[in-house]
T-cell receptor, first 111, second 111 residues
Framework: QKEVEQNSGPLSVPEGAIASLNCTYSDRGSQSFFWYRQYSGKSPELIMF??SNGDKEDGRFTAQLNKASQYVSLLIRDSQPSDSATYLC???????????WGAGTKLIIKP | DVKVTQSSRYLVKRTGEKVFLECVQDMDHENMFWYRQDPGLGLRLIYFSYDVKMKEKGDIPEGYSVSREKKERFSLILESASTNQTSMYLCASSTVSYGYTFGSGTRLTVV
């Protein structure tokens, strides 16, 4: 059973619209959640992290966490072609100090 | 900013060669990780280390070994390279409770 699930996509969104990326996780005790962006041929880079239920905003990015339903999402407002990338969700496991990774969602922003 | 430096961006090696991939971080992070990433398979953990001279097997350690003689350096060793080890190799470092910072990756081709 995969511990972190993401829809692989591709998710196609028109430029200027809101892109919504979702992630579910299995460990109810997880406390910390991360979103990474990975451009093709490049390494992942951290764009958002969230620890508490609710929303966390950073510029055009909003992370949303619902621990009761065990999902975390990433919203990208005013999507730009430069947002086209694969977005990886990761959940921190307190038991072994490791991040458990989803397989990633490929996002395509169409001009 | 934390920097994680991988010694080679692209590498071509012959089958049977012993291959060394070097990773150095400059922020005194305790934890270091080696992943490989292949299309459709996501990030797969090879080895990790929480301290100097300490190493733990990840999900796919077969055919690999590691060395951590100094806190800032974590080396991945392919004892006898094979074509199925052709992949993107990513090194990452972290503190206990924060997300990972990745190096730029090494694309290894074994011919």
């Amino acid at each position: 059973q995969k511990e972190v699930e993401q829809n692989s996509g591709p998710l196609s969104v028109p430029e200027g619209a809101i892109a919504s990326l979702n992630c579910t996780y299995s460990d109810r005790g997880s406390q910390s959640f991360f979103w990474y962006r990975q451009y093709s041929g490049k390494s992942p880079e951290l764009i958002m992290f969230i620890y508490s239920n609710g929303d966390k905003e950073d510029g055009r990015f909003t992370a949303q966490l619902n621990k009761a339903s065990q999902y975390v999402s990433l919203l990208i407002r005013d999507s730009q072609p430069s947002d086209s990338a694969t977005y990886l969700c990761a959940v921190f496991m307190d038991s072994n100090y490791q991040l458990i990774w989803g397989a990633g969602t490929k996002l395509i922003i169409k001009p | 900013d934390v920097k994680v430096t991988q010694s080679s961006r692209y590498l071509v090696k012959r089958t049977g060669e012993k291959v060394f991939l070097e990773c150095v971080q400059d922020m005194d992070h305790e934890n270091m990780f080696w992943y490989r990433q292949d299309p459709g398979l996501g990030l797969r953990l090879i080895y990790f280390s929480y301290d100097v001279k300490m190493k733990e097997k990840g999900d796919i350690p077969e055919g690999y070994s590691v060395s951590r003689e100094k806190k800032e350096r974590f080396s991945l060793i392919l004892e006898s390279a094979s074509t199925n080890q052709t992949s993107m190799y990513l090194c990452a470092s972290s503190t206990v409770s924060y997300g990972y910072t990745f190096g730029s990756g090494t694309r290894l081709t074994v011919v």
